[in-house]
Structures are given as structure tokens and as C-alpha cells.
């Protein structure tokens, strides 16, 4: 059936579009911790162009599912998994081999991108703790002066009108 080769040619190169994606993360990974800025702002660029290419796969593999339907004469097939169902033992055994790699890269995927986010917010908050730190003056108990008695009111200096 040319619609499963097909499917399976759909799935392999999903995986590797994902396989490079992963590749881009953990490279996002180093950059996080390195603090290059300008890599990181490449590196998601090339995401996003990665991003579009992945809902192009999504879509091909759909209309896919919807051949292989009409072709069995079954009224819909939505998922890989519902297909194995109707396919070949040997066909539904390599396409769920093809379907597991799938889905075993997207959840490394994953993993590095929840790492990432944890980094990220990370330097979010030290960002910000520096930002407190600049832009608040000393407590009123931390000062010298002649009238340590007088009880005056220290304003915090902000030089910014919003948090980052």
C-alpha cells in the first residue's frame, strides 16, 4: 500500500526534524549557562523555523491517515496507533517502531526544554535579585549620621518603572 510508505517515510523524517530540534536544545542548554545572548536569539530563530516545519509534518501525516482510511474503506483514522489496528502485522510492527522513535524524541525534547526553562528562570531571578539590589537604597538602621535620634523616611531610588 503506497499510503503506509508513504507514512513511513512521513514518521522517519518527523523524527529526525525532531532529532535536530533536540540537538538545537541542548545546544540552547550550554548557551543559557555561557549567558551568550546573541546565540541564543540565533538559536531560537532556527526553532521557529523548525516549529513551522513541524505543523507542515503534522498535516502531511494527517492527510496521510485520511488515504489510508479511504483506502481500507474505514470511516476515520485519526492516530498511528488507531491505523496499527487495521494494517499488516509487519506494517503495524515497523510503524509503531517508527511511531515509538517519535515519540521517544519528543519526550527527550521535552526534558531539555523543561531544563532549559528552569535555567532561564534562574537567571530571571538573579536578574531581577540584582535589580532589588541596585535600585533600593540601605535601610534606614544601616546609615551614619550626626542625628541618629531623627526618624526620617528613606525612600527606595528606582530607576525603573516596571519589574523585568
Do not use: C, W
Amino acid at each position: 500500500m503506497k499510503s503506509i510508505e508513504q507514512l513511513k517515510d512521513a514518521l522517519i523524517k518527523e523524527t529526525d526534524l525532531y532529532t535536530q530540534v533536540l540537538k538545537l536544545a541542548e545546544e540552547k542548554t550550554k548557551v543559557i549557562v555561557a549567558g551568550d545572548i546573541k546565540v541564543l536569539e540565533d538559536i531560537t530563530k532556527k526553532e521557529q523555523q523548525y516549529i513551522m516545519n513541524m505543523g507542515t509534518f503534522e498535516k502531511i501525516r494527517r492527510s496521510i491517515l485520511t488515504n489510508i482510511a479511504e483506502e481500507l474503506n474505514v470511516e476515520a483514522i485519526t492516530t498511528v496507533s488507531e491505523l496499527i489496528l487495521f494494517v499488516e502485522e509487519d506494517a503495524g510492527n515497523k510503524i509503531d517502531q517508527l511511531r515509538n522513535n517519535l515519540l521517544e524524541t519528543i519526550a527527550d525534547l521535552k526534558v531539555v526544554n523543561e531544563g532549559n526553562e528552569k535555567l532561564i528562570n534562574q537567571s530571571l531571578q538573579y536578574i531581577n535579585f540584582n535589580l532589588e539590589m541596585l535600585t533600593h537604597s540601605p535601610e534606614e538602621g544601616n546609615r551614619y549620621s550626626s542625628n541618629a535620634s531623627e526618624n526620617k523616611e528613606v525612600k527606595p531610588i528606582n530607576f525603573f518603572d516596571m519589574r523585568v
